[in-house]
């Protein structure tokens, strides 16, 4: 790491590790995402048997480490016969440790919409789908919008995981450097920085989204 | 059943250490963590404005940069400036960084949340600073923290697992290496997985335990 040239390939090789780094909790976050809508249905149904279920799942998937989920998967998918390769493998495991986050989190959200709304919507006669679409789920999604885009902070650094499992992504790509250039703190600082980059900027990005918000009706205030 | 004398005897040593190794990293780190999150808050309070902002930044750089990154730079990064600590020390350290960080939120939290009242109740007693210090704030902060501090262990327990990045011979790598003799495919990392389960529901229990036995004074 003495000449310009040497810094430069390093900068665009944790670029773009960075970039993978964004698109796999990108793609982790929306399919947690979906799952999580699946799981919380589950975890809020009226059959007692499966909202046991629902909670051993998330005590399991919450209880184990990701690094351990990651290598499970990683290992478990050729012996199946399935030849996925590791970002495959990646974004399933994220997005199942997304999945169970997320689903606490709307959970939490659906928990926090007062009797009062329920009542006025049943008074109403609304049909169930508009229920979910006007009702639940504009008043869950505020309320959960701040613990939402703290999962989505957790994505990014949990993704840094994968590179154990050899996804080529940010962290993987700063060993790789380190390596060969032996220049431990400036490119580790450099990864940092960009992870650093990525997360306040969903953080930043939830509260600007959050403020737009609630802007526009009571969202603000919680029962 | 005898299959299953022999599967101990042949495996179980390995998953012993492991255990042993995440445990006692969990455990100095969890310590280590909420001294360091104590000190923190320290600042933040007792520092003036700069030592606030400076706490401030601490945190918000250490919530959002992954641990494995923190491992890393020390552990390929303190032999270069003349440190070289133990991989486990390493890993350990990094995880007391990034804990404390969180952990000092918590406590700036259960901090806050005591009633200024009681700070005026005791100087108007004559309790000089260290007393209060010792006899009401220190009890109610810990008191208030106990719940967000289970959760707060549990994930440094789970995030010992990254040690395995370094090669500490904690439980994931154990199964890694357990992988790699006996050429079973996956088999090890759900015995872990169930071992840290264990883990889990044990500091889960002791967490809960000092919950209910701090309510009833």
């Not at chain 1, 495959?88 to 007062?114: H, K, N, Q, S």
């Not at chain 2, 309790?127 to 210090?133: E, I, K, P, Q, V």
Request: proline share 3%; net charge positive.
């Amino acid at each position: 790491m003495t000449t310009w040239s040497a810094w430069q390939n390093a900068l665009a090789l944790l670029a773009q590790g960075a970039l993978v780094s964004l698109w796999l909790a990108a793609a982790s976050i929306a399919a947690g995402t979906v799952v999580a809508v699946v799981l919380v249905a589950v975890g809020l149904s009226r059959i007692g048997l499966l909202r046991q279920a629902y909670r051993v799942y998330i005590w399991v998937v919450r209880g184990t480490p990701v690094l351990v989920q990651a290598l499970l998967v990683f290992y478990a998918l050729p012996a199946l016969d399935l030849h996925a390769g590791p970002y495959i493998a990646g974004v399933i495991v994220l997005t199942m440790y997304l999945g169970v986050l997320f689903a606490e989190v709307f959970r939490g959200g659906v928990l926090a919409i007062p009797q009062t709304q329920w009542d006025s919507a049943k008074s109403l006669g609304l049909p169930p789908a508009a229920l979910l679409r006007r009702v639940v789920a504009p008043l869950v999604g505020r309320y959960s919008l701040p613990a939402y885009i703290n999962v989505c902070v957790m994505a990014v650094k949990a993704s840094s995981v994968l590179s154990i499992i050899s996804v080529w992504e940010l962290t993987f790509a700063a060993r790789q450097i380190i390596e060969r250039t032996l220049a431990v703190f400036s490119v580790l600082g450099l990864a940092a920085a960009f992870y650093f980059l990525m997360c306040f900027g969903i953080d930043r990005l939830g509260r600007w989204a959050e403020g737009r918000l609630a802007l526009r009706g009571f969202a603000g205030e919680r029962g | 059943m005898m299959k299953f004398w022999t599967w101990v005897r042949t495996y179980g040593p390995g998953y012993v250490e492991g255990l042993e190794w995440t445990a006692l990293v969990a455990l100095a780190a969890s310590a280590g963590a909420i001294v360091w999150g104590g000190a923190l808050l320290g600042v933040r309070l007792g520092a003036g404005r700069w030592g606030a902002r400076a706490v401030d930044a601490y945190v918000q750089l250490f919530r959002n940069t992954p641990v494995l990154v923190s491992i890393y730079l020390i552990y390929f990064g303190f032999p270069l400036v003349g440190l070289a600590w133990p991989a486990v020390v390493c890993g350990g350290f990094a995880l007391v960084l990034q804990n404390g960080a969180y952990i000092s939120e918590i406590l700036r939290g259960s901090y806050q949340a005591i009633d200024r009242v009681q700070f005026d109740a005791a100087k108007s007693i004559g309790l000089s600073a260290w007393h209060t210090f010792r006899k009401v704030t220190l009890p109610q902060v810990l008191v208030y923290s106990i719940p967000a501090l289970g959760n707060q262990v549990v994930l440094l327990l789970k995030d010992t697992s990254l040690l395995s990045a370094v090669a500490v011979t904690e439980l994931t790598m154990q199964a890694k290496l357990l992988t790699e003799q006996t050429g079973a495919a996956y088999e090890a990392f759900i015995v872990v997985a169930v071992l840290y389960l264990t883990l889990v529901a044990a500091s889960e229990i002791v967490f809960r335990v000092a919950e209910r036995a701090v309510r009833w004074r």
